[in-house]
């Protein structure tokens, strides 16, 4: 029997468990899912491998420890800083992965022709959004509202909104939390209403609420989507990393998606 877990704190609020646990039963899989509220990054290592786990997924605050853990670290896990998925063998070695990355990607895939692409915010999951983009040879911008967290995104062209001179994206992608718990942008709204005004597409890795930055796209010839999908793709590409399996893709987000309707 494999024994899986995520890592993190907070980490009751997330919906892995679930997903992972609901595709298992219905592949009839002999695995089972957790969760672990952990306190102190430098237990992370400790604690996978006492708890004899085959596999984990981490989130935050413990993406960027999870990396630094590993023995072997995936590229493009090292190209972001930060690992979600790790894959512990008999002997104790840890790989380490990221699948927000490709699971973004997929989430997009309906979207045709970005060739620019502008990025709303400059924390963790923007930079995995930057480079999985970049690798699919996507011109990508970072705005921010302040300087500090700008300086992590010299790979690419970044700005302060104030001074975002370029308006003109294929896509608009807002990677803050910014309209998870309060009823603001990301950014001014003149600002956002004129980039979403020159946009094809619109999206945001907030999913289960409607965020302010949602209801404004509605408003444009755009479309756009929520972070639902993203989230079911980097279970679905972390599920694979767990059994090695292949060509279940479909069906494995299917059970996933069954399991948050449940
Ligand atoms: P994550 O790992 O989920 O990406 P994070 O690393 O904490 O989260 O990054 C949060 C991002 O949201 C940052 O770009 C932050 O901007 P600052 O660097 O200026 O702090 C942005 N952010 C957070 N609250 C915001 C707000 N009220 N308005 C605009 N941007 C905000």
Redesign the pocket.
């Known amino acids: 029997m494999k024994f899986l877990a995520i890592f993190g704190n907070p980490i009751s609020h997330s919906k892995s468990p679930r997903m992972h646990n609901n595709a298992i039963k219905s592949l009839g899989l002999d695995a089972i899912y957790t969760r672990y509220l952990l306190n102190d990054e430098k237990l992370l290592k400790e604690k996978l491998l006492s708890l004899k786990l085959s596999g984990a997924n981490i989130t ?1 605050p413990f993406k960027n420890e999870a990396l630094k853990i590993a023995d072997f670290k995936d590229d493009m896990a090292v190209k972001i800083g930060s690992a979600n998925t790790l894959i512990i063998g008999e002997n104790g070695k840890i790989s380490a992965y990221n699948t927000d990355a490709p699971g973004f990607l997929q989430s997009i895939s309906t979207f045709k022709n970005i060739k620019k692409a502008l990025i709303l ?6 930079k995995a959004l930057a480079f999985a983009l970049l690798d699919k040879g996507v011109e990508v911008f970072v705005a ?3 300087k ?2 700008l300086k992590e995104f010299s790979f690419c062209q970044n700005s302060l909104y104030s001074d975002l001179n370029e308006k003109k994206f294929d896509i608009v992608i807002n ?4 309209g998870l718990k309060d009823d ?1 942008l ?2 001014d709204e003149a600002l956002l209403k004129e980039l979403l005004r020159e946009s094809k597409y619109a999206f945001d890795v907030i999913y289960g609420k409607e965020t302010p930055f949602i209801k404004l796209c509605k408003n444009f010839n755009l479309q756009y989507k929520d972070g639902l999908e993203m989230l079911l793709w980097q279970g679905v590409f972390a599920f694979e990393l767990f059994f090695n399996i292949k060509n279940k893709q479909e069906l494995i987000k299917k059970y996933m998606l069954e399991a948050l309707n449940l």
Do not use: D, F, K, L
Request: one cysteine or more; proline letters at 5%.
């Open positions: 935050v915010g400059a924390g963790g999951t923007s921010n509202r302040s500090e967290r990677s803050t939390s910014v603001t990301p950014c």
